[in-house]
């Protein structure tokens, strides 16, 4: 059974940091396309970030200075560190695969967490 879970959220203040995590199980991150999305209340959900199974990522311009997304082959975990906070980055942050490539395209992912609640306020 395939599985994604995230963790890491929490409520912070502006200009705090956070790094979220995403635990996979029955998929190999290094083998697959592994990203980051969020949606914020009453908005699409949008790419922020994926890594391909050379290493190589794509982070989305306009969140490029703040937003990093790594993995962890040994533990099979994807990361996202967030620096640098902002009250508009408060979203669900979700983890997503695509497994199948060729790889690069945001709508190719169908493999899903349920999330992590981020929320920045002060």
């Known amino acids: 059974q395939v599985q994604l879970i995230e963790s890491g959220g929490g409520s912070v203040q502006p200009g705090g940091s956070l790094r979220l995590s995403c635990a996979a199980s029955?998929?190999?991150?290094?083998?697959?396309?592994m990203a980051w999305f969020r949606q914020a209340s009453g908005k699409e959900r949008e790419g922020i970030a994926y890594?391909?199974?050379?290493?190589?990522?794509t982070t989305q311009n306009s969140l490029k200075s703040r937003f990093k997304i790594s993995r962890d082959s040994d533990k099979n975990m994807v990361f996202l560190q967030i620096n640098n906070l902002e009250p508009e980055d408060t979203a669900i942050y979700y983890c997503?695969?695509?497994?199948?490539?060729?790889?690069?395209?945001?709508?190719?992912?169908?493999?899903w967490g349920r999330g992590t609640q981020v929320t920045v306020s002060s």
């Open positions: 997503a695969a695509d497994l199948r490539p060729p790889y690069g395209n945001w709508h190719d992912f169908d493999i």
């Open positions: 029955g998929i190999t991150v290094r083998n697959s396309c």
């Open positions: 890594i391909l199974p050379l290493g190589y990522t």
